[in-house]
Nanobody, 122 residues
């Protein structure tokens, strides 16, 4: 299974970026329950940015509310993160995540992308 994240880059404060994450190799026996974006800034722990369930329910970190919008396509195992009003403190490596369950197994499956760097210049 591969999660390919893209869309990161350099942007000035107040600008926008749209991150994408597409999964490949997820078999038909796996049901993805939730897709999300996390980020890790230098010297800090990885933190949740936003996540979306297969039912469309969303959760945002306080820092992302009102500025970021997460969306997803369950049929394509693809998740996007639209980031507007970017600030210097949003600078981090952004990781996509998808987790779910494989039919007949209790242990969940948990997939991570390789990360895409977002740099916001003030």
């Amino acid at each position: 299974v591969q999660l390919q994240a893209s869309g990161g880059g350099w942007v000035q404060s107040g600008g926008s970026l749209r991150l994408s994450c597409a999964a490949s190799g997820i078999g038909s026996s796996v049901n993805i329950n939730e897709m999300g974006w996390y980020r890790q800034a230098p010297g800090k722990e990885r933190e949740l940015v936003a996540k979306i369930t297969n039912g469309g329910s969303t959760t945002y970190a306080d820092s992302a509310k009102g500025r970021f919008t997460i969306s997803g396509d369950n049929t394509k195992n693809t998740v996007w993160l639209q980031m507007n009003g970017l600030k210097s403190e949003d600078t981090a490596v952004y990781y996509c995540n998808q987790w779910g369950r494989r039919a007949g197994y209790l242990r969940p499956v948990d997939y991570w992308g390789q990360g895409t760097l977002v740099t916001v210049s003030s």
